[in-house]
């Protein structure tokens, strides 16, 4: 009696740490927790792990304390994860040459992961990961050319207030492609390094552009305070109304333009959803052997303009936008 | 007639000493140049806001980046005290919501005291001014980086001045002067009295000539000194102010292309750079002539890729211009002894 009682038990015993070890500790590698757009990623990982949690399982966040050596700390982290053993794992590959052995150690290990924000689907077949979630610098660039084009924009102009950095150039070639196939064209304004950093600077070449080119009617601008500026210049060259401004990313002062008219869209990477998705897929998988069979999940380009500003402003408080 | 030839090239002699006439000749042509190119509408009013109001930023830092020059020294951290500034009037007003005038003060407080820090550490130290002030350039923008994450939790922060204020440091006139060019212009008003009238003029261009001479005639090297440094700094906090309220967004990122500009403007403006000698017309017009290259290949139809060439085979072409005219001014000095 008491050997089949203790038979059981065990067999409980058994049962319980079997339901354990197949509930997910899903690790997760991203920025700073106090940096603005990371904290709004955590947030959705950590949305997505009420789910992990009633299933049994965690969500862990691994941040870097600072950016200053920022490959070679984000491929500890990693390397940490595994150390814990972590059932998956969901990292950016922000500095491949840094990094990308940190991924190799996840694969020889085992462990399912996800690369996401940074690196894109050549990253993820490069090592081997699961999915690639998030969002693509060009394709944002096409978004706002399509916004701009579908809305009768003929003449459009990319502002390049950084000549030389990849991600500012994809912008501006995805906003060139994006406007052109909706049946516009398309130029780019380089800033000389007088301007880096003064926004006035930014202001008054929109604005001698604007004169010197009375036909242009749109303008993509990749910082938020160009943004800012365009709209400023666009109202010294009086052609308030007639250019309209998108632009790459927001903060609180772009979405007052938006939401006062003065700039028509903000085309975002939604880094909620990276967080959020990323860490739904895996757990699925984890747990029940689910797969989300299409490659690359792009989180952006998601645009912001008057339809959806409100929803947006709501979001800004709530911390997932 | 032989005494009207002479009276003639005396004053053409006169006009050739003069430091700031290399300077406003080079002027002169840029403009023509740029005009020629640029046509109508760098011809008219929207023509001459466009560079007046990129002129009037930098020319408000130039213009005590200048005096330090003449006497020798030089200020790297105004690039970082400029957005350090912005962020201080949109943290004070916005994030904690007090009064916009304890904004601007404690904006305006920054610069002072990062220029005092600077006197204090140029004058006890005897490190080069260059050195200290790359010093204290990083030192402000990692504080600016660090309490700004710290107190609002991002690198930007944003502020909806009331109109009063916003017509004081932000307003464009006629929809496009804006009125930081009448700021600038005040700004040249009392500097030119500072240097060219007061006595506190003469000790700047003494230190800069002899520093050990200066102190042994009795003027207070030290004292003096620290006082430049906080009037460059005071100025880079002024233009932090009206960007901050012009534009109504402070960002970390911002500033550091002042550095340059400033110290271009001084050159251009025929300031020696071993210290000793300038004037604040100089300074003016080395502004004006950095403003319209820059606004003037905006509207040239060159290439805007080319842009920094331009600048940069400027700057040089200036400092050789001002040169060959000091050399000439010199000989022709020579020559009639």
Known sequence: MSILKKLVLSAAAVAL?????????????????DDPFWSIVKRGAEDAGKVVSAEGGKVVWLGPQNYDNLGVDAAELIRQAIDQKADAIVAPDWVPDAMDPAFKAVKAAGI?????????????????????????????????????????????VCINSLPGAANIEAYCKGFGDGITKAGGKSDVLPLPATAEGNVTAVTQAFKAYLLQHPDVDSVFTTANLDAVGAVQAIAQAGRTGKVKVCGANFDQAILAQIDAGTQACAVDQQGYQQGYYAVSILNGYV?????????????????????????TMAGTKQGTR | MATGATSGSGGLGRVLRRPETGSFLGLIVVYVVFALLGGRNFLTAPGWSSWLNMAAEVGIIALPVGLLMIAGELDISVGAVLPASSLTVAIISSHYGLPIYLGIAGGLGVGLAVGFLNGLLVTRTGIPSLIITIGTMFAVS?????????????????????????SIFGEALGGMFQVGIFWWAGFVVVIYCLLHVSP????????????????????????????????????????????????????????????????????????????????????????????IVNQGIFFSGLDPNFGSIIIGALLLAAVLSNDTFRAMALSYVAKKK
Do not use: H
Request: charged letters at 10%.
């Open chain 1, 287 to 311: 747990n029940y052997g689910l797969n989300i069979p299409t490659r690359e999940i792009l989180t952006g380009p998601g645009v912001v303009d008057k339809a959806n500003i409100k929803a």
């Open chain 2, 142 to 166: 990692g504080l600016t980086l660090g309490f700004t994450i710290l107190i609002a939790g991002s690198t930007g922060v944003f502020i909806v001045p009331d109109p009063l204020t916003k």
């Open chain 1, 112 to 156: 399912p992961f996800i690369v996401y924000n940074a690196g894109g689907i050549e990253a993820a077949d490069r090592l081997g990961a699961m999915n690639y979630v998030g969002a693509v610098d060009y394709k944002a660039g096409v978004a706002g050319g399509d916004y701009l084009g579908k809305a009768g924009g003929k003449s459009g």
């Open chain 2, 200 to 291: 506190w003029g003469n000790w700047i261009f003494a230190l800069g000539g002899d520093r050990q001479s200066a102190r042994n005639a009795g003027i207070p090297t030290q004292r003096l000194t620290i006082q430049l440094f906080m009037l460059s700094g005071f100025a880079a906090a002024f233009v932090g102010v009206t960007q901050v309220i012009t534009f109504g967004s402070a960002q970390v990122a911002a500033g550091s292309s002042f550095i340059f500009n400033s110290i271009m403007c001084v050159v251009i403006g025929g300031v020696l750079l071993t210290g000793g000698a300038g004037s604040v017309i100089g300074i003016v017009i080395g502004t004006m002539t950095f403003a």
């Open chain 1, 17 to 33: 740490s079997a339901t354990a070890s197949s509930a997910a500790n899903i690790y997760v590698i991203g920025g700073k927790p």
